[in-house]
């Protein structure tokens, strides 16, 4: 494939185009359908076979039995406690599932998916060293040559925020940020990766970089697995559950959690939108402790400088944790004062709404 390095301005890492000189610029064009983003932080799954839809309904959250060819969903794998492990945007063209993963979980994930096989009739293939992934705007993305195996281009356009069918939304603004954010990602050959990057070095086709591309996810509260997700982390608290959780589907691993914190339980932790103080032009590092007064109540997972909203992060913070007061968050280079944005509501879940029974040494004598 071409090297990006060739792209004036290109600074270029071990997971690929960083930025071309200007991540604020680069985001407007991004968002306006401008520029294309090379994603190097994704990685390609095929699943083929005639029982594949019905497999990875099976195994993961999303109901894909009858996933129409062509719509765009995507889907996760819980472990048994209902944690989240590995997440996968997914797209069928009539033929193959096609799974976009962070680059990270590509290994791991195809590995397990291997081990769960059993005597079905699927495949599942790795096809990061033939296939690269390109995102922007649905329109900047169609006119993109992209793979069609079976006719129709792969192409897998970002469901968030809407609320998928069986799935569910805890977040109560009326204007959901991420509705302005039109997101898209195509799957491409190296012949086609290689003409991009041709035509961004003859200075024909804007590009931007894997900052700006982070800068708009966080503005739109899209939860991403590499970054957002610890080892105990629910779909719930990232509000997860309105576009990769059908929640009346058949069973799948961790299902019980899914339904009892749901119905009847609330979240343990909850994701909060910070808007940070730039005066000192710092921005935290993921991990970075969240307070409120001396009291640490979360954690950083994603952070970004926005170029309308300026320094902006995501955070997971203890339910309980209060509403409309001062954040602070604690870094290396001191604290930095933050406002935060109820995503999910600390009183999320518990949707079932069972009436509580009296107590029996309350219950009135028998007249």
Avoid at 295 to 324: C, F, M, Q
């Amino acid at each position: 494939m071409a090297p990006l390095s060739e792209v004036p301005g290109a600074v270029v890492d071990d997971a690929g185009l960083r930025h071309v000189g200007a991540p604020l610029a680069e985001q407007r064009r991004l968002a306006s359908g401008s520029a294309l983003a090379p994603l190097g932080d994704r990685r390609v799954l095929s699943v083929s076979g005639p029982d594949r839809l019905s497999w990875l309904d099976s195994l993961s959250s999303q109901a894909l039995t009858h996933l129409p060819p062509g719509v765009s969903t995507e889907t996760l794998i819980l472990d048994p406690q209902g944690r989240v492990e590995h997440a996968a945007a997914v797209v069928d063209d009539g033929e193959t599932a096609w799974l976009l993963v962070d680059a990270a979980d590509a290994e791991p994930l195809a590995a397990w998916l291997g081990r769960m096989r059993f005597r079905l009739r699927v495949e599942v293939r790795d096809r990061s060293d033939e296939l690269s992934v390109i995102g922007g705007t649905r329109a900047a993305v169609g006119a993109l040559a992209a793979v069609a195996p079976a006719g129709s281009p792969v192409v897998w356009v970002d469901p968030w925020p809407d609320v998928s069918p069986g799935g569910w939304a805890y977040a109560r603004v009326e204007d959901h940020p991420g509705a302005e954010r039109d997101w898209a990602e195509a799957v491409v050959d190296a012949a086609e990766f290689d003409r991009i990057v041709a035509a961004a070095v003859a200075g024909e086709v804007a590009l931007a970089g894997r900052d700006a591309v982070e800068a708009l996810r966080v503005a739109a509260w899209r939860p991403r697995v590499s970054v957002d997700a610890d080892e105990r982390l629910l779909p719930h608290e990232m509000d997860w559950l309105r576009t990769a959780v059908h929640l009346s589907k058949g069973c799948y691993r961790g299902q019980e959690t899914v339904a009892k914190v749901h119905n009847l339980g609330h979240p343990p932790r909850r994701v909060v939108a910070l808007q940070l103080d730039g005066s000192d032009s710092v921005l935290p590092e993921r991990g970075d402790v969240v307070r409120i007064g001396d009291d640490a109540v979360g954690a950083v997972t994603s952070v970004a400088l926005h170029y309308e909203d300026g320094p902006i992060a995501l955070a997971l913070v203890k339910r309980t944790a209060a509403a409309d007061v001062p954040y602070v968050v604690d870094t290396v280079d001191g604290p930095i004062a933050a406002s935060a944005e109820t995503v999910v509501p600390a009183d999320a879940g518990a949707t079932a709404g069972v009436p509580r029974l009296p107590r029996l040494g309350r219950r009135r004598p028998a007249e």
